[in-house]
């Protein structure tokens, strides 16, 4: 079950938000806990216990590091509940990247394969350990308060607003909400508002552009104009894609008087790659710079030293992504270009760049990063990294002119300008002015309707993370 879907939207939803809101405050955790397992467990419901079991690891293991009588018992309660939650994550998302790659090493010299079988990935299982490592480090830190009951924990780590694909939430951002949250009709309005702006994002950009964008990466020797194609049209798709989803997830939120985090803003009027990050899934920079870069050491062991913690923090945060290639060199990417806007003093310049070059410099340096983040293998990346230079021909082929739908671009361009809009109007950006209006959600609300009983199913892509 996906929130665009419509036994979510028609079935599951309208049950819940009529169940929850009928339970007196005191149950409303455990009805929370009851609706996102079911919501969970629609997917794979033997998965359901590794959800379980590594919320219940944490939290028994945050409230014993909390209670512990001296430093060494509690670092070896902290050690045990990262250590736990990450050889889960450990297991099921990288036993088989490192038994594939010492399988490619053994054929390679003329040795026997292993036979290396593929682990099926819990869905949203790495959102779900960095908020469950969160929790460990805050509360046996005493930077938040333990959750009142493994109940309000358990619903925290099971909150199916964004236990699939974030935002990443810590508990301390939320702790007072479990106690005491904003019911009213203006608060569920804006829900409902900010869901079917989630759901237009995701289903009239992201889905139109997603299937001009696999064609471009499926061509074998794209030309720069296919690859240029090929790369724009993703870096709209996962734009509109991801923060679709965050904008859902925030919805549903204030559905049931949640305020989580915002994830988006804007981060395609950059004017620097350090400012994309600040603007780009903003829960995770944050978590990446609190929990690991800053216990690197952050900036503050010299320059090379802050080279190499920028480096280890975006690589780390490339594999976590994903346990491919592709994935550490995307972030090895993003970290070389942090380090160099480091050099040029990014932390005491206002302006990284020279006036007029910073955007266009980023924008190209996100959408090469986002062909690697995006192609299967390497070579799929460096094949289109030929195209975009033009070592495979310039001019579109006649075949894509003919495979392409005129849609298709009416998507592209349509999601080119919302996400360029607030650089032109800061103050009212054109989404917020568009949901402004009286009729408007209405309105995109009965066309994301009539899309979903046209379209076939599309995941989100952020689910494979």
Known sequence: MVFSSLIFIFGFLPAFLAVYYVVPARFRSAWILIGSYAFYGWWRLEYLAVVVGISLVSFVCANAALAAKSKKRKSLW????????????????????????????????????????????????????????????????????????????????????????????????????????????LVFQSGCKRFVQGLAMKLLIADTVAPLADRMFALDAPTMAEAWLGAGAYSIQLLFDFAGYSAMAIGLGLMIGFR?????????????????????????????????????????????????????????????????WTFIIWGAWHGLLLSLERAIGSKSRKRVWPRYTGWPFTMVAVIVGWVMFRAATVTDAFEMYRGMVG??????????????????????????????APSINPRVSVPQYLMSLQLFTPLMFVGCTIVLSARAHSPFLYFQF
């Open 391 to 420: 070592l495979n021909g310039i001019n579109i082929s006649a075949e894509t002119i003919y495979f392409n739908q005129p849609i298709e671009f009416v998507g592209l361009i349509v999601g080119a300008i919302l996400s360029i």
């Open 78 to 185: 902290v050690k045990l509940g990262v250590g736990t939650d990450l050889a889960v994550l450990g297991y099921f998302k990288y036993t088989y990247f490192i038994a594939e790659s010492i399988d490619a090493a053994l054929i390679s010299f003329d040795g026997a394969s292993l036979g290396v079988e593929k682990i099926v990935l819990p869905i949203g299982i790495s959102f779900l350990t960095f908020q469950s490592i969160s929790y460990i480090l805050d509360v046996s830190r005493k930077d938040a308060p333990p959750a009142r009951t493994v109940m309000d924990f358990l619903a925290f780590s099971a909150l199916f607003p964004q236990l699939i694909a974030g935002p990443v939430l810590r508990y301390k951002d939320v702790a007072d909400q479990f106690q005491s949250r904003t019911h009213s009709l």
């Open 260 to 324: 989580f985090v915002e994830n988006f803003n804007a981060p395609y009027i950059s004017q620097s790659v350090t400012e994309f990050w600040r603007r780009w899934h903003i829960s995770l920079s944050n978590w990446l710079r609190d929990y690991l870069y800053i216990p690197l050491g952050g900036n503050r062991g010299g320059t090379l030293k802050t080279f190499r913690n920028l480096m280890l923090t975006m690589v780390l945060g490339g594999f976590w992504h994903g346990a491919n």
